[in-house]
């Protein structure tokens, strides 16, 4: 006997909390970008993925506008309305990380501003936010990439980052949950404009940027669930 998928409101509100912070720090611009919360469900392996149809942008969305799919296929399982293409790269990855329970992109302009410029084609990190933070190294989808069309190559990568970044696209970050989703998009974001920053301010004075090792980066990532979450990470610094 199968157990019948209904909405979980506390679900609903959480996704639209979540749908107005991003609004607020001016990463919605227009009916692109999304989020994914994915919900257990005893009837399906990967659980069911909460996310807003296509032809409404998250900063307009109300509770209404959430559908939910199916993760390893597109189905609609409640509510009418198609998901747009990116909801593809969210499924592909909550399939492929059960680790991860929520997925989200946006099209953040500093980002796409920043390697657009050509002035690097990396993610040089000047603060200690994102090693910590990100968890691991920030893998970078080429331009020609269409990741969302075309999930076929995530298998290759997903596994060793928690954030990506769709050059001349947007950026995806995931997390065990919605919130650390949302604090990694924040803290890359804010090394990119760091970044910005800082190449502006050594370029006016002759100086280089004081960009942190590879060696001293690594480091970071070593020791970033004891220095986030130092209760679940018990030990983890022991050989």
């Given amino acids: 006997m199968t157990t019948p998928i209904t909405f979980e409101p506390k679900v609903g509100e959480q996704f639209i909390k979540y749908a107005r912070l991003l609004s607020a720090r001016g990463y919605i611009h227009n009916t692109l970008g ?13 659980g069911l993925a909460y996310t807003k149809h296509a032809e409404v942008s998250l900063e307009e969305m109300e509770i209404d506008n959430i559908v939910i799919t199916d ?7 409640w509510g009418e309305r198609i998901t747009s293409i990116g909801h593809n ?18 099209h953040d302009d500093a980002t796409i501003a920043l390697l657009g ?47 990506l970044v769709l050059v001349g696209h947007g950026i995806t970050t995931m997390g065990r949950n919605i919130s650390e989703a949302y604090h990694r998009l924040n803290t890359l974001t804010a090394e990119v404009r760091r970044t910005i920053l800082a190449e502006q301010l050594a ?16 480091s970071m ?19």
């Fill in 221 to 239: 990532y070593r020791f970033a669930e004891q220095i986030i979450y130092p209760d679940r990470a018990e030990g983890v610094m022991e050989d």
């Fill in 71 to 77: 993760i390893p296929t597109s189905k609609i399982m």
């Fill in 117 to 163: 410029s050509k002035i690097t084609t990396e993610f040089n990190i000047i603060s200690l936010d994102p090693p910590f933070v990100l968890g691991k190294p920030v893998h970078f989808v080429p331009a020609h990439v269409d990741v969302e069309a075309d999930v076929s190559s995530v298998e290759e990568f997903v596994q060793n980052t928690n954030s």
């Fill in 34 to 46: 999304n989020m994914v919360i994915r919900v257990p469900h005893p009837d399906y392996k990967h």
């Fill in 89 to 106: 790269l969210s499924r592909e990855i909550l399939r492929l990380r059960s680790d991860i329970d929520a997925v989200i992109h946006v």
């Fill in 203 to 218: 370029f006016s004075k002759g100086t280089n940027p004081a960009y942190r090792s590879n060696e001293e980066v690594q």
